[in-house]
């Protein structure tokens, strides 16, 4: 693949580069061999990125996308490679299964065939086993289906598995100094680490704390501050603080929501196309149903959260101020009825919510996009 990129900079002294897309104006080869017995490795990827513009002015650094481009390869039966590339200062990145990963930094003339050979260090074999059993720490049962995830810091890897119906797990790595992760549904995560020797075989055991179920319930409605009609499509996030355990809801055609939580103090986040995001905290006791009603404020720059106007609160709704305490300039209203039942259901896992968090960053990078455009 070859990528050019566009250069437009301008240097510490005024001096300008030539913009426009640069196109490659050197060349880079060499053979890739074993380190230990010196034959040739077929089938390495080899890749060549950067391509600064050199200057005679020290202390130049240039952004991104003043680089040359991207180009990739990969060796022939006889370990070669061969690729177009751009002058300036680039990395050089060869990967070949079975081997240590290699970067080297080359600089390059214009119009130069640059030679770099290059020698690959033999991973060792993956010796090293790891094994067990994950169950719950209360009932002694196996938990089936839980990920234990296996990174190797001394020697890079990582390798991933599910347990079975017997809550059984078995991976295999490089002997070293590796992290252990094991994450379920339901469960408090956990995390070990261990040193792992050549030919060894750890038996390594797992009681997964269970998470408490949701015992209460965050319900209220979301509407514009500018003409007071519901938000329909409006994300509501509630992340406790105090357990990790998260619940999410979006309004209907009424702006109204409902999530199950476990008891306990939340940050809470709504987020909603054309509005600012909105944020703030409250605490829900168990057995509670909190209603807690937002008003978002549209378009513009992100800043401080429109508050709800006291004129649209309900009769015997309260003052998020009065009863937490705040500037009364940010009032909130909710009520509370410590009367209803809550069934108690799953709540989603904590590793969902980062990817809910990537898709509501996204959502709002988008929208900024639109604004600018639209201004």
Request: proline share 7%; net charge negative.
């Amino acid at each position: 693949m070859l990528l050019a990129l566009p250069l437009v900079a301008i240097s510490a002294s005024g001096q300008e580069i030539p913009g426009g897309e640069r196109e490659p104006d050197a060349m880079i080869n060499g053979y890739v061999k074993d380190a230990n017995t010196g034959g040739p490795i077929e089938g390495a990827s080899v890749s060549i990125s950067g391509g600064f513009w050199v200057l005679e002015e020290p202390n130049i650094y240039l952004p991104p996308e003043r680089w040359g481009g991207y180009n990739s390869t990969v060796t022939d039966e006889n370990g070669y490679y061969e690729m177009q590339c751009w002058s300036g200062e680039s990395w050089v990145y060869v990967y070949a299964e079975g081997y240590r990963e290699y970067s080297a930094q080359v600089t390059i003339a214009e119009n130069e065939v640059k030679q770099h050979d290059i020698q690959l260090e033999p991973r060792p074999p993956k010796t090293a086993k790891v094994s067990g059993y994950v169950r719950d720490r209360e009932t002694g049962e196996p938990i089936a289906g839980a990920w234990v995830n296996l990174s190797n810091q001394e020697e890079p890897d990582w390798s991933s598995v599910e347990t079975d119906e017997d809550g059984y797990y078995e991976l295999t790595t490089y002997p070293g100094y590796c992290t252990i992760d094991v994450w379920v549904d339901a469960y408090y995560p956990y995390r070990t680490t261990v040193d792992l020797e050549e030919n060894e075989g750890m038996t390594l055991d797992f009681s997964l704390k269970p998470r408490p179920g949701p015992d209460c319930i965050l319900y209220g409605q979301i509407v514009d501050v500018s003409t007071g009609k519901p938000v329909e499509g409006a994300w509501v996030y509630a992340w406790n603080e105090e357990t990790y355990a998260y619940g999410e809801g979006r309004t209907d055609g009424n702006g109204r929501y409902e999530i199950k939580l476990v008891h306990g103090y939340h940050s809470m986040s709504v987020w909603a196309e054309n509005y600012f995001p909105y944020s703030t905290v409250f605490e829900i006791g168990q057995g509670d149903r909190l209603e807690l009603n937002v008003v978002l404020k549209p378009g513009g720059e992100p800043s401080v959260i429109y508050p709800m106007r006291e004129a649209l609160a309900p009769e015997g709704w309260h003052s998020m101020a009065d009863i937490m305490g705040g500037d009364e300039s940010a009032k909130l209203w909710y009520a509370v009825d410590q009367t209803t039942d809550v069934t108690t259901t799953p709540e989603r896992p904590v590793g969902a919510l980062v990817v809910i968090s990537i898709i509501a960053a996204l959502t709002i990078m988008a929208l900024a996009y639109g604004l600018r455009r639209r201004s």
